[in-house]
């Protein structure tokens, strides 16, 4: 069984940071394509970056440059090292992994793509 566990969230001033650690259990991690997304109250879920198996990474347009995502395949374990936060990345940020395809497909950041995600951990930043 697949299990994604988030950490790392918090409340910080606009310009702070954060890094966010997803832990997966349950298959074979360094396989899998991982992404994160967020989902502020009122709005869809959105791709934030994603990772393949041999650490190609994408990044949605308004973070690149500000977020890094990495993954230790050997500790099973994803991070989103956030920097230079804004408002407008307030959101709840969810983990999120499935078959290699969806990275390589160029649809990572469609949600529905994924098909196991962890429970989110909440980032607010404010002004």
């Known amino acids: 069984q697949v299990n994604l566990v988030e950490s790392g969230g918090g409340s910080v001033q606009t310009g702070g940071s954060l890094t966010l650690s997803c832990v997966a259990s349950?298959?074979?991690?360094?396989?899998?394509?991982m992404g994160w997304f967020r989902q502020a109250p009122g709005k869809e879920r959105e791709g934030v970056a994603s990772i393949d198996s041999d650490g190609t990474t994408t990044y949605k347009v308004s973070v690149k440059g500000r977020f890094t995502i990495s993954r230790d395949n050997a500790k099973n374990i994803l991070y989103l090292l956030m920097n230079n936060l804004k408002p407008e990345d307030t959101a709840m940020y969810y983990c999120?992994?499935?078959?290699?395809?969806?990275?390589?497909?160029?649809?990572?950041?469609?949600?529905?793509?994924?098909?196991?995600w962890g429970q989110g951990t909440q980032v607010t930043v404010s002004s």
């Open positions: 349950g298959y074979t991690y360094s396989h899998y394509c």
């Open positions: 999120a992994a499935d078959v290699p395809a969806v990275c390589y497909g160029g649809s990572w950041y469609r949600s529905y793509e994924y098909s196991y």
